[in-house]
Structures are given as structure tokens and as C-alpha cells.
């Protein structure tokens, strides 16, 4: 949830931190700190806002110096958005300064020991408690004062330590809270996230869970928090810097918006043939017995990812004939889930750090199941958590309202039920049909896309209306709620989503004269269900946009406005249908003047509970 970018070497380092930093400013942005060993003091310099805030107060203050610094954005959870909760937090006798993204559990415990022994707080955090804790147990060596705190803390984290008494040394350590290590030529970098890392060295490391890391200039050593050394493996990373810019659009939304035929298409490559029928998942091939005898699948996902679930769960069912079902992640872990023989669980997930999808997954195998990934950050912890996977391939997601990683996600579990289906019931002619209509979905985006204008005129003629439905049915249910998420998380307007037949249950109360409702009425099996409802709607006042197919003009007759998308078979048309209601959601939060890459309140990752 935030950001964490750390340098040992030998250059200046404030500019390279702040640099950095605006990489991960996506993952928490309510405050923004950086600390530097300057003349074998420890400098602090830190405010609530932007990295922007921040920058102004370094100039204000004339800059940090040093060789050696650490810098954070935060996203907040314990204690409010205030300069002294801010990161870094330090802990003055000892010299101790330290950032960290994760919760530490215990911190109210180890507050009150702390206080009984003098020290004194000065901030609502946990990660101040962190601090003081690893001062108190310092005797003259840092890395061996960080593996004793973190033997005594519970709770989740990636930390970044410094010591005045100990220059050119950093101590990293991790959780649950993703860290990355750099690996550069006399000089070695810590982020939270590998994009951070890439305009330095493309060589680096994931720290694992109970793992720490001693760096300095020249060398690192890594070692568990009990102190038995491990070797890590240090790899290429595989970031484009194109590809975490914003090359000419004006927001990151919008530029993965505009990126999906692209990105699906790279989701494609190779891992289908169409004469064929045949899919090839390389990630599945060593279970394949295993998933082909699955008795049941149990999708668990978050937010965007479980909508994707939702969908994954009629492919799974209509494609490769296998009982299933999409859980919130967060209710999964806590229940007393009911796991048979032939379960197959698959964590849904863009970061695939999510935690309570990785707590999720973790219960799901503990009970026997075997867990399949669709993730799109390689290497991240679900990742390699789970038995078998396939990665989405869309590349690197910025935006925090997720939009090509829904489409990829989307798009791999309809090719999973494709190829769990052909070892099934499915005939290759079948398979081979779908294949062809999945293979053109890229060209279809690029005829909405070019519709954009169209979009952004009926949404301009709603964009003041402070309640929305947004209603479908069948594999177009699950993309009501995605299209009403996208348009509440950066617009800020109320907006609800729900299967269009549950309407007269209750939720038609709520309709009034002009009240928008969005309905997504392509053709399928329900086609007819969705036209009754939709006049259920107007006739109470309710003003319909429609999504729609191509060449249904009588839809004009029942609707105030229609966007139209590309015929395609049903199971797959939420890759088209969703692509509008993006567009929609953009756009509105343009037009209302928000900042639509930062939507308030939220991060890009929740690696907390
Ligand atoms: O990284 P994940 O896909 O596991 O994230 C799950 C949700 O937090 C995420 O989809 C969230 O709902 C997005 N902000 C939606 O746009």
C-alpha cells in the first residue's frame, strides 16, 4: 500500500529518491517522506500530500545531502494523514530511522513495554512503535538488532533501516509487504516495487517472507530474521521504461484503457492454435490430470479481480462443465470453507499481493486444494505461491481503477476453461470457433475505442447526476459491477450494480425522473429478459444508456442512449461490453476534475487486511 524506495552508493541520492518515489506514488499518497545520512546525522524531511508537497518543502528547506537515504509515500492506516505519521520515523537515541508499509499487529503491546522504558511517541503509528523497538535492542549492529525486533512483531511488513552510528548501511527486511532488491555496479537499491528499480539496474531480487538484508555500497548479504544466511536469486527484471510512462496520455487510466488491444493480444500469443481447436497453457501442463479430473473450481479475488472471478465462474461452468463458484477473498478465509477432493483454487489477482487473496489461497491449499494463479505481476508472491498459473501478460497496470488487468483476466480464464474443456466434453470445431471469435476480440476494442468521443457526449450529459444503476445479466452481471466500481472509485459518484432482474426486488424504489441507469443489453440468452427490464425502468422515469450489439437499431426505440459494441458470442462479450462503461468512468472523472490516477482514499495495492 505504499511506497518504498531506499539507496546505498555513492551518488547524491535525494533526486534518484524522489524519482523513485513518484514511480510508486500509485501504491499511497497521502503523505511523503525521505530521510538522508547527512554529515552522520540523520536528516527527516516529510509532509501529508503528494510527492509534489513534498519536493516543495525540499526546496524550502534547501535540500537533504548524502550518499545514503530512504524515502516513502504513504497510504494510511494507523493514525491519521499527519506530518508527524508520516514515514520516516526515527528513533533519536539510538539514531534509528526506518520506513515501512504493512501493519505490525502487535504495536500496542509493544508501545506500552516501550514507554515503560522511557522512550516517548510522537506519532499515532505503528511503524514508529517498530522504531523505537529496534533501538531499544541495539547493541552496535544493526542487521542483528532488526532480525531481534522482527522475532518479537506480528503483523505484516517491509521495512528499510538506517543508523547514524552505522553509515553506508542499509537493512531491509519483509512480511507480507512485497520488497525489491536492487543489484547495481557499487551501489544497491530496496523498493517496494521492481519499477522503482529499472532506470538504475535491471538486476534484483524479491525478498522472501522472514527474510533480511544487509547492504552497503558494494555488497549485500541476506539472511532469515534468525539469522541463518540464504542465497537469493538475483534475476533480470523484465520492465520496459515505456511501459510505466505516460507517453503521451494524459492519464495512466486512460492510456491502459487505449492499451488493451494490445496488451490482449500479448495475452494471446502463442497460447493458442484456431485450426486446431487447441489452447496451449504451459503453466498447467504439470497438472493437467489434475485439473482435467477437477471436481470443482472456487474462484476468490478482490474488487476488480473478483468481478473477473464472477465471470470465470459461468466460463467455467458453460465451457469445461465444472461445478464453480467466485468468493470474496476476505469472507473465503474466514469461513470454514468446505474444500473436497478435485477442488481447484484460483487466486485472481492484477499485484498478486493482495492479502487477503493470498490468505485466501494460502486456506484453500491448506485444505487440500490445488491452487491455480491468474496474476499479472510475475514473480510477485501469489505468484509463487501458488502450484501452477497463467500470467495475464498486459504488463505493467499504474491506474489505480484496474482496467487492462480486468480484460486479461477475463481473457485467461476463458482460455483456461477452454482447455479445461477440451480435455472434457468440448470438440475441437467448438474449441476452434470460440478460438476464432476470442482471436478478433483486440480488433473489437479498436472499433469502441474509436468511439470515444461518442462516450465522453452522454457522459457529459449525465456527469451531474449523483446516483447510478448499472445493470446486466448472466456473463454481463458481473460487468454492472465492474462498470459501477470503475465510475464510484474515481468519480466519486454513487453508483450501484446488480443483476437487472433483482431490480424489482427493492433496488426500483430508488429510481426517479433522469436517474441514470446504464444497461448492458447485448445480444444473448437473456436478451428479451433485459429489454422487460429496461422498460421496467422507463417507466418510472429512469433514463437508459445501452450497451448494445452492433445493428440492433430497435434498441433506439427503448433507450436515450446506445453505445453500441461488436457482435461476439456471448461467453466472451464481457471483454467488449466492459470497455464503454471504462470509458464512461474516465471521463467522468475528468470532467468532475478529479485526479483520476489518484482517486481519493485509495492505493493500487491493499497488501493489508
Ligand atoms: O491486485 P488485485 O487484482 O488483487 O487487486 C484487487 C482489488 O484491490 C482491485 O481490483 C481494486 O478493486 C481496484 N481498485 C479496482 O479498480
Known sequence: MCGIVAYVGTKQCQNLLLEGLKRLEYRGY????????????????KTVGR????????EEVGGVTGTMGMCHTRWATHGGVTTPNAHPHTDDKSGICLIHNGIIENYASLKTLLEEKGH??????????????????????????????????TGAYGIVVMCEKEPGVLVAARKGSPLMVGVGDGEHLVA?????????????????????????????????????????????????????????????????????????????????VVEEGRVILGGLADHAKDLTKARRVVMLGQGTALHAAMIGRY?????????????????????????????????VSQSGETADTLAALSEAQDRGALALGVINVVGSTMARQTDAGVYLRVGPEIGVASTKAFVGQVAVLSMIA??????????????????????????????????????????????????????????????????????????????????????????????????????????????????????????????????????????????EDVLFVPDIPEALSPMTTIVPLQLMAY????????????????AKSVTVE
Request: aromatic share 8%.
Open 418 to 559: 477452454m482447455w479445461m474443456g477440451r480435455r472434457r466434453y468440448m470438440g475441437a470445431s467448438e474449441c476452434g470457433d470460440l478460438l476464432r471469435a476470442l482471436e478478433q476480440i483486440p480488433s473489437h476494442i479498436e472499433r469502441i475505442l474509436a468511439t470515444d468521443a461518442q462516450i465522453r457526449r452522454v457522459t457529459e450529459k449525465y456527469v451531474d447526476r449523483e446516483n447510478w444503476l448499472f445493470l446486466g445479466r448472466g456473463y454481463n452481471y458481473p460487468t454492472a459491477l465492474e462498470g459501477a466500481l470503475k465510475l464510484k472509485e474515481i468519480s466519486y459518484i454513487h453508483a450501484e450494480g446488480m443483476p437487472a432482474a433483482e431490480m424489482k426486488h427493492g433496488p426500483i424504489a430508488l429510481i426517479n425522473e433522469g436517474m441514470p441507469a446504464v444497461f448492458i443489453a447485448n445480444k444473448g440468452r437473456q436478451y428479451e429478459k433485459v429489454m422487460s427490464n429496461i422498460q421496467e425502468v422507463r417507466a418510472r422515469g429512469g433514463h437508459v444508456i445501452a450497451v448494445a450489439t452492433e445493428g440492433d437499431e430497435s434498441i433506439r426505440n427503448y433507450a
Open 51 to 58: 510527492v509534489a508537497n513534498l519536493e516543495d518543502k525540499l
Open 192 to 272: 517496494s516495487d521492481g519499477s522503482a528499480l529499472i532506470s538504475h539496474t535491471s538486476r534484483a531480487f524479491a525478498l522472501e517472507d522472514y527474510q533480511v538484508v544487509k547492504l552497503t555500497a558494494e555488497g549485500f548479504r541476506t539472511s532469515t530474521i534468525h539469522n541463518v544466511p540464504v542465497t537469493p536469486k538475483v534475476q533480470q527484471l523484465e520492465i520496459e521504461l515505456e511501459s510505466i510512462e505516460l507517453g503521451g496520455y494524459s492519464h495512466f487510466m486512460q492510456k491502459e484503457i487505449f492499451e488493451q488491444p494490445k496488451s490482449l493480444r500479448n495475452t494471446f500469443r502463442g497460447r493458442f
Open 315 to 347: 466460463l467455467m461452468e458453460d465451457l469445461a462443465k465444472v461445478p464453480a463458484v467466485a468468493e470474496f477473498a476476505s469472507e473465503f478465509r474466514y469461513r470454514n470453507p468446505i474444500i473436497e477432493e478435485g477442488t481447484v483454487a484460483i487466486a
Open 30 to 45: 497521502d503523505s511523503a517522506g525521505i530521510a538522508t545520512l547527512e554529515n552522520g546525522r540523520i536528516r527527516v524531511v
Open 120 to 153: 516517548r511517541f510522537v506519532s499515532q503509528t505503528d511503524t514508529e512503535v517498530l522504531a523505537m523497538l529496534i533501538g531499544e535492542l541495539y547493541e552496535g549492529d544493526l542487521e542483528a538488532a532488526v532480525q531481534a525486533a522482527l522475532r518479537e512483531v
Open 587 to 602: 471521463h467522468a472523472a475528468v470532467l468532475r476534475g478529479h485526479d483520476v490516477d489518484k482517486p481519493r482514499n485509495l
